[in-house]
Protein backbone atom coordinates (compact mmCIF):
# COMPACT_ATOMS: atom_id res chain seq x y z
CA UNK A 1 0.00 0.00 0.00
CA UNK A 2 0.85 3.12 -0.89
CA UNK A 3 2.11 5.79 1.99
CA UNK A 4 2.49 9.71 2.35
CA UNK A 5 4.49 11.43 5.04
CA UNK A 6 4.95 14.86 5.50
CA UNK A 7 7.55 15.43 8.38
CA UNK A 8 6.83 18.80 9.45
CA UNK A 9 3.83 19.55 10.91
CA UNK A 10 4.02 23.32 10.80
CA UNK A 11 5.71 26.28 9.30
CA UNK A 12 6.13 29.88 9.57
CA UNK A 13 8.00 32.19 6.72
CA UNK A 14 8.36 36.01 6.52
CA UNK A 15 5.94 38.15 3.50
CA UNK A 16 8.32 37.72 0.65
CA UNK A 17 10.36 35.02 1.09
CA UNK A 18 10.57 31.44 0.18
CA UNK A 19 9.72 28.23 1.82
CA UNK A 20 9.95 24.60 1.36
CA UNK A 21 7.69 22.20 2.26
CA UNK A 22 8.48 18.31 2.49
CA UNK A 23 7.09 15.03 0.99
CA UNK A 24 8.32 11.70 0.96
CA UNK A 25 6.03 8.89 -0.22
CA UNK A 26 6.69 5.17 -0.85
CA UNK A 27 5.31 3.30 -3.34
CA UNK A 28 6.13 0.53 -5.63
CA UNK A 29 4.51 1.59 -8.51
CA UNK A 30 6.34 3.08 -11.71
CA UNK A 31 3.97 5.59 -13.20
CA UNK A 32 2.21 7.88 -10.80
CA UNK A 33 0.70 11.14 -10.10
CA UNK A 34 1.53 13.26 -7.33
CA UNK A 35 -0.24 16.61 -5.79
CA UNK A 36 -0.12 19.52 -3.51
CA UNK A 37 -3.41 20.69 -2.61
CA UNK A 38 -3.86 23.75 -0.25
CA UNK A 39 -6.49 24.32 2.16
CA UNK A 40 -7.18 27.75 3.73
CA UNK A 41 -8.79 28.20 6.95
CA UNK A 42 -12.12 27.98 4.37
CA UNK A 43 -11.91 24.52 4.50
CA UNK A 44 -11.80 24.40 0.55
CA UNK A 45 -9.67 22.18 -1.10
CA UNK A 46 -7.56 24.02 -3.49
CA UNK A 47 -5.43 22.22 -6.41
CA UNK A 48 -2.13 23.55 -6.25
CA UNK A 49 0.15 21.38 -8.58
CA UNK A 50 0.72 18.24 -9.99
CA UNK A 51 3.22 16.32 -11.24
CA UNK A 52 3.56 12.83 -12.83
CA UNK A 53 5.78 10.38 -12.65
CA UNK A 54 6.70 10.08 -15.88
CA UNK A 55 8.02 13.27 -16.72
CA UNK A 56 11.67 14.29 -15.47
CA UNK A 57 10.90 18.30 -15.98
CA UNK A 58 9.43 19.30 -12.36
CA UNK A 59 6.27 20.97 -12.54
CA UNK A 60 5.80 24.71 -11.89
CA UNK A 61 2.77 27.17 -11.87
CA UNK A 62 3.64 30.74 -10.88
CA UNK A 63 4.96 30.99 -7.40
CA UNK A 64 4.70 27.28 -7.26
CA UNK A 65 7.39 24.66 -8.23
CA UNK A 66 8.02 20.96 -7.16
CA UNK A 67 11.58 19.29 -6.56
CA UNK A 68 10.38 15.40 -7.67
CA UNK A 69 12.88 12.93 -7.23
CA UNK A 70 11.48 9.77 -8.47
CA UNK A 71 14.58 7.53 -7.35
CA UNK A 72 14.47 9.06 -3.52
CA UNK A 73 10.57 8.95 -3.50
CA UNK A 74 10.74 12.93 -2.84
CA UNK A 75 8.26 15.63 -3.90
CA UNK A 76 8.91 19.16 -2.32
CA UNK A 77 7.06 22.46 -2.91
CA UNK A 78 8.43 25.07 -3.19
CA UNK A 79 6.98 28.94 -2.55
CA UNK A 80 8.69 32.04 -3.78
CA UNK A 81 7.45 35.13 -2.43
CA UNK A 82 5.33 34.30 0.11
CA UNK A 83 2.21 35.84 0.18
CA UNK A 84 0.03 36.31 3.48
CA UNK A 85 -2.67 34.83 1.36
CA UNK A 86 -0.76 31.33 0.91
CA UNK A 87 -1.54 30.98 4.86
CA UNK A 88 -3.22 27.43 4.88
CA UNK A 89 -3.03 23.78 5.36
CA UNK A 90 -1.13 22.26 2.23
CA UNK A 91 -0.88 18.22 1.89
CA UNK A 92 0.79 16.31 -0.87
CA UNK A 93 -1.22 13.61 -2.05
CA UNK A 94 -0.52 10.28 -3.97
CA UNK A 95 -2.28 8.63 -6.83
CA UNK A 96 -1.50 5.86 -9.01
CA UNK A 97 -2.19 5.17 -12.71
CA UNK A 98 -2.70 1.46 -12.86
CA UNK A 99 -4.61 -1.44 -11.51
CA UNK A 100 -8.05 0.56 -11.32
CA UNK A 101 -7.73 2.44 -7.86
CA UNK A 102 -8.99 5.72 -8.20
CA UNK A 103 -7.95 6.41 -4.23
CA UNK A 104 -6.09 9.79 -3.46
CA UNK A 105 -3.53 8.80 -0.68
CA UNK A 106 -3.16 11.98 1.58
CA UNK A 107 -0.25 13.30 3.62
CA UNK A 108 -1.04 14.39 7.86
CA UNK A 109 -0.63 17.95 5.64
CA UNK A 110 1.64 20.76 6.76
CA UNK A 111 0.42 24.00 8.17
CA UNK A 112 1.89 27.20 6.51
CA UNK A 113 1.95 30.06 8.84
CA UNK A 114 3.11 33.68 6.22
CA UNK A 115 3.75 36.39 8.82
CA UNK A 116 3.23 40.13 7.48
CA UNK B 1 -17.63 25.80 -14.87
CA UNK B 2 -19.36 26.43 -10.83
CA UNK B 3 -16.99 23.24 -10.30
CA UNK B 4 -18.00 21.07 -7.66
CA UNK B 5 -21.38 22.06 -5.56
CA UNK B 6 -22.56 20.51 -2.46
CA UNK B 7 -24.90 21.42 -0.08
CA UNK B 8 -25.44 22.22 2.99
CA UNK B 9 -22.51 23.95 3.44
CA UNK B 10 -23.31 23.77 6.84
CA UNK B 11 -25.54 21.25 9.27
CA UNK B 12 -26.09 20.97 12.88
CA UNK B 13 -28.59 18.30 14.47
CA UNK B 14 -29.14 16.64 17.07
CA UNK B 15 -27.67 12.47 17.67
CA UNK B 16 -30.37 9.94 15.81
CA UNK B 17 -31.31 11.99 12.96
CA UNK B 18 -30.29 11.51 9.49
CA UNK B 19 -27.94 13.37 7.86
CA UNK B 20 -28.29 14.00 4.15
CA UNK B 21 -25.25 15.25 2.17
CA UNK B 22 -25.52 17.10 -1.47
CA UNK B 23 -22.83 16.97 -4.52
CA UNK B 24 -23.11 17.88 -7.89
CA UNK B 25 -20.03 16.61 -9.84
CA UNK B 26 -18.32 18.88 -12.30
CA UNK B 27 -20.14 18.00 -15.91
CA UNK B 28 -18.81 15.63 -17.61
CA UNK B 29 -16.93 13.97 -15.06
CA UNK B 30 -17.41 10.29 -14.70
CA UNK B 31 -15.41 9.76 -10.97
CA UNK B 32 -16.84 10.99 -7.73
CA UNK B 33 -15.78 10.61 -4.36
CA UNK B 34 -16.83 11.19 -0.97
CA UNK B 35 -14.01 12.59 1.94
CA UNK B 36 -14.47 12.62 5.38
CA UNK B 37 -12.06 15.00 7.34
CA UNK B 38 -11.07 14.98 10.68
CA UNK B 39 -8.37 16.18 13.13
CA UNK B 40 -7.75 12.70 14.36
CA UNK B 41 -7.90 10.73 11.02
CA UNK B 42 -7.25 13.53 8.62
CA UNK B 43 -8.44 13.00 4.95
CA UNK B 44 -10.51 10.08 4.47
CA UNK B 45 -11.89 8.36 1.63
CA UNK B 46 -15.24 6.89 2.04
CA UNK B 47 -16.28 5.65 -1.22
CA UNK B 48 -16.08 6.68 -4.81
CA UNK B 49 -18.33 6.05 -8.33
CA UNK B 50 -17.91 5.82 -11.63
CA UNK B 51 -20.36 6.35 -14.20
CA UNK B 52 -22.87 6.31 -11.52
CA UNK B 53 -21.56 3.08 -10.12
CA UNK B 54 -19.92 2.56 -7.06
CA UNK B 55 -16.30 1.12 -7.14
CA UNK B 56 -15.15 0.90 -3.85
CA UNK B 57 -17.20 1.81 -0.68
CA UNK B 58 -14.23 -0.05 1.74
CA UNK B 59 -14.02 3.33 3.72
CA UNK B 60 -17.63 3.79 4.67
CA UNK B 61 -17.42 3.45 8.26
CA UNK B 62 -20.21 1.29 8.82
CA UNK B 63 -24.40 0.93 7.72
CA UNK B 64 -25.19 3.91 9.05
CA UNK B 65 -23.70 5.48 6.38
CA UNK B 66 -24.85 4.67 2.45
CA UNK B 67 -24.34 6.84 -0.61
CA UNK B 68 -26.43 7.02 -3.99
CA UNK B 69 -25.57 8.51 -7.31
CA UNK B 70 -29.28 8.27 -8.99
CA UNK B 71 -27.53 9.78 -12.36
CA UNK B 72 -24.15 11.67 -13.35
CA UNK B 73 -25.25 15.10 -12.18
CA UNK B 74 -26.24 14.08 -8.35
CA UNK B 75 -24.89 12.11 -5.22
CA UNK B 76 -26.20 12.02 -1.89
CA UNK B 77 -24.41 10.59 1.20
CA UNK B 78 -26.65 9.63 4.13
CA UNK B 79 -26.06 9.10 7.82
CA UNK B 80 -28.76 7.60 9.39
CA UNK B 81 -29.08 7.26 12.56
CA UNK B 82 -26.36 9.98 13.04
CA UNK B 83 -23.81 9.97 16.09
CA UNK B 84 -21.21 12.73 17.45
CA UNK B 85 -18.21 11.01 16.09
CA UNK B 86 -20.00 11.87 12.89
CA UNK B 87 -18.81 15.20 13.11
CA UNK B 88 -16.20 16.12 10.50
CA UNK B 89 -16.13 18.20 6.89
CA UNK B 90 -17.24 15.83 4.20
CA UNK B 91 -15.83 16.20 0.85
CA UNK B 92 -17.61 15.60 -2.95
CA UNK B 93 -14.42 15.95 -5.35
CA UNK B 94 -15.33 14.73 -9.16
CA UNK B 95 -12.75 13.72 -11.95
CA UNK B 96 -12.74 12.08 -15.27
CA UNK B 97 -10.50 9.53 -17.14
CA UNK B 98 -8.74 11.07 -20.64
CA UNK B 99 -7.10 9.07 -22.92
CA UNK B 100 -3.75 11.05 -23.38
CA UNK B 101 -2.94 11.27 -20.05
CA UNK B 102 -4.61 8.90 -17.59
CA UNK B 103 -6.33 9.38 -14.69
CA UNK B 104 -7.05 12.94 -13.96
CA UNK B 105 -6.98 15.38 -10.84
CA UNK B 106 -9.65 14.99 -8.42
CA UNK B 107 -11.67 18.84 -8.26
CA UNK B 108 -13.33 19.31 -4.52
CA UNK B 109 -16.42 20.61 -3.53
CA UNK B 110 -16.05 23.09 -0.82
CA UNK B 111 -17.22 20.72 2.18
CA UNK B 112 -20.43 20.18 4.27
CA UNK B 113 -19.75 21.23 8.23
CA UNK B 114 -21.52 18.72 10.03
CA UNK B 115 -21.92 18.71 14.00
CA UNK B 116 -23.85 15.83 15.73
CA UNK B 117 -24.95 16.94 19.42
Known amino acids: AQTVTQSQPEMSVQEAETVTLSCTYDTSESNYYLFWYKQPPSRQMILVIR??????QNATENRFSVNFQKAAKSFSLKISDSQLGDTAMYFCAFLKTQGGSEKLVFGKGTKLTVNP | DAGVIQSPRHEVTEMGQEVTLRCKPISGHDYLFWYRQTMMRGLELLIYFNNNVPIDDSGMPEDRFSAKMPNASFSTLKIQPSEPRDSAVYFC???????????????FGPGTRLLVL
Open chain 1, 51 to 56: QEAYKQ
Open chain 2, 93 to 107: ASSTLTTTSGKETQY
